[in-house]
């Protein structure tokens, strides 16, 4: 679109390329939106890591032992979502419509006051409430 407006509508543009959505459509598939753990720590320590790995409520009725992993990561101090996370059934299809509200700057308190659709798997990102381990933490329980 922005080469299309710059060359037939003589309007200059540019393309933003923060947050970008990205899927691997693998078995299960992958998708990320925003910052790695990694790139958030480097740029807005301290950050806060919310993490869920459960078994979605369409694989315990049936039988399925399948799981889905997810994560958000959170600058702080002002609690913007600065990356979201996801490898699990739907994975691209959740992580296009969180991109949204990332790339609109939503807060954590943003994703804990929506209401999740239930029995959801995307429900997960709004309803996860303790912090992962710090990584000081989780290597000197290893």
């Known amino acids: 679109m922005a ?4 060359l037939f509508r003589d309007t200059p543009s540019c393309v933003d390329y923060a947050d970008v959505p990205t899927a691997v459509f693998s078995q299960p598939p992958i998708a ?5 753990e990694e790139e958030a720590r480097a740029r807005h320590e301290p950050v806060d890591i919310y993490r ?3 078994r979605p409520m369409r694989h315990t009725l049936s039988g399925n032992e399948e799981r889905a992993l997810m994560k958000l990561v959170v600058a702080r ?3 913007r979502v600065l990356g979201v996370h996801m490898a699990g059934m739907d994975a691209p299809e959740i992580i296009q419509g969180i991109a949204i509200a990332v790339k609109a ?3 954590k308190d943003v994703f804990d006051e929506t209401i999740g659709i239930h029995p959801t ?9 303790e912090k992962a381990p710090e990584p000081q ?6």
């Open 105 to 107: 700057g939503a807060t």
């Open 137 to 142: 933490a989780r290597a000197a329980a290893q």
């Open 121 to 129: 798997t995307a429900e997960e990102f709004v309803t996860m409430r």
């Open 77 to 79: 101090d002002t609690q």
């Open 32 to 36: 990320t939106v925003g910052l790695t």
């Open 3 to 6: 080469v299309a407006r710059t």
């Open 52 to 54: 869920a790995d459960f």
